[in-house]
C-alpha cells in the first residue's frame, strides 16, 4: 500500500523532543553511579523514570527525524541496524552489511571476553539473537518477527501482536551469573495493533539516551511501521514512544544548550521505493528521505560505552 502524506507545506513543526528534554532535565535525578564515556572517563547521567510518551500519526505529520540538527548522515545506519536484527545479525560484521558501522566500540576484544564472547559478537542475548532466533524449551529458534506477521494476518483483531528483545538467561548479571550480551537491549518492546485497517505500533523501551539514542530510535521504528504496514496492505497510522529511563549525559549539556535555542521545522517524509513482500528483504536503500530541511548538524556529541 503505497502511504499517502499530508503535503509538507501544510504540516506543523513538533516540539515533543524539546519538551522532552526539558523535562528530564527539570525533573530528573542525578543517578548514584558514574558511567564511562568513550574516552574512559567517568560522567554522571540525570535520569527520568517514566518519560513523557511520544506520538507520532506519519501520514498527518511526517516521519519524526530531528530538525533541530541534522540526520541526514546517518539515518540510513539506523534503520539498517534495526533491519539488520530483525534478520538475526548479531555481530558486527553483519551490521556493517546493513550500513550501521557504529558497534566497533562495544565489540572490542576486551568487552566481548568479559562476556565469554569472541570480539565483534553481541551475544546470545541480543537483539538478533531475541528478534530471529529466540530460545525456547524445545531446544528450536523462535523467528518472532515472521510468527507475527503471520499472527496480524491471520488474527488481526488481536491484541497480543507484541515482540520482546530480552532473554532473561543472557542479561542478568550477578555473582553467579555471567552476563551474555555486549549491551543489554534498551530498545524493542513493540505492540502492534490494527485497528479501523489501520496498523499503530507502541515502542517501550528500557533505557535511552536521550541525545544519542531517541533521533535512532525515531527513525529506525518508524520505517519498521512503515515496511510493516506495507507488506500486511495496511495504512501506517501513529507510532507511540515510552520510556522507562530517559537520561542525558552531563557532558552533553552544553550540546543540549545549543540544541534548545536553534529552530523546529517541519518533519519529512520517508517513502519506500522499493516495496518487498517480505519484510526480511528490506534494506536501508528501499527507503527515500525528502522534505528534510534540518539545521547543521552538531558534531562531537559524546556517548557512553
Known sequence: MTAEYRPYSERTPDE???????TVLERGTWGPSPMVDKDGK?????????????????????VPFLTERSLKGFWKGAVGELLAFINGARTQEELEEYKCKWWKSWCTEKKCAKRGLAEGDLGPGSYGAAFHDFPTAEGEAFNQFAEILKQMRERPELKTHFISPWIPQYTIRNKDHQQKVVVCPCHGWIHFRILGGKLSMVMFQR????LIGCPSNWVQYSALLLAVADVLG?????????????HIYENQIP????????????FP?????????????YRPDDFELTDYEPEPAIKGIPVAI
Open 16 to 22: 515533543q523532543y524539546k519538551n522532552l528534554i526539558r
Open 42 to 62: 567517568e560522567v554522571r547521567t540525570i535520569d527520568l523514570l517514566g518519560a513523557p510518551v511520544s506520538r507520532f500519526n506519519i501520514l498527518e505529520n511526517g
Open 207 to 210: 533505557s535511552c539516551d536521550i
Open 269 to 281: 517524509t520517508l517513502k519506500i521505493v522499493n516495496r518487498h513482500d517480505n519484510l526480511f528483504d
Open 255 to 266: 550540546m543540549i544548550e545549543e540544541f534548545l535555542a536553534r529552530p523546529t521545522h517541519a
Open 234 to 246: 495496511l495504512e501506517p497510522h501513529e507510532f507511540v514512544h515510552m520510556i522507562s529511563d530517559a
